[in-house]
């Protein structure tokens, strides 16, 4: 009998270690939700501020449009995106129409669009922040607080 019930806890104990290692520790966010910036799946992050600076918005897959998250949405619509509320400039505000610089914290190439549904001028950020081997990040140049939506286009 205890022969049996050791047996028992046993494979109840090595069953469970099993599913504990089959099941992934991070699932990936889908589309459209908000991300911590610099974590694992982190990834693209709008700056408020030129050169990387003020209050940041990470926001991980398409977006079709900054005045709509699909994640957060209610019987009363979806919210639109705004500035994290970090105590920088910009906090609070919204994200359509006034990021200034952006960083790929990302896997793919992503492009951030003038107009909504991925429409218009574009500016493109390399994967990870990376072009080549140097070090990239940058200003939004035709999409200058004038972003709308964004996009991944490959994955690297």
């Known amino acids: 009998m205890k022969l ?3 047996l028992s806890i046993s494979f109840v104990a090595v069953i469970g270690f099993m599913l504990a290692a089959a099941t992934p520790s991070a699932a990936v966010p889908a589309a459209g939700t908000q991300v911590t910036c610099g974590t694992s799946q982190s990834g693209f992050g709008l700056y408020y501020n030129s050169s990387n600076q003020g209050s940041k918005r990470c926001i991980y897959g398409n977006v079709y449009n900054y005045d ?3 994640t957060a949405c209610s019987s ?3 919210p639109p995106y705004y500035y994290e509320l970090d105590g920088k400039s910009g906090q609070g505000t919204k994200v359509k129409n006034n990021a200034a610089s952006a960083y790929n914290y990302s896997y793919s190439v992503v492009r951030v669009y003038f107009n909504s549904g991925y429409a ?3 500016d493109a950020f390399p994967a990870y922040g990376y072009q080549g081997s140097a070090l990239w990040y940058g200003q939004l140049n035709g999409t200058y607080n ?4 964004q996009q991944y286009m490959s994955v690297g």
């Not at 004038?146 to 939506?149: C, G, L, T, V």
């Open 120 to 122: 218009g001028t574009w």
């Open 4 to 6: 049996l019930r050791a």
């Open 76 to 78: 009363q619509g979806c």
């Open 146 to 149: 004038n972003n709308a939506s």
């Open 68 to 70: 709509g998250n699909p």
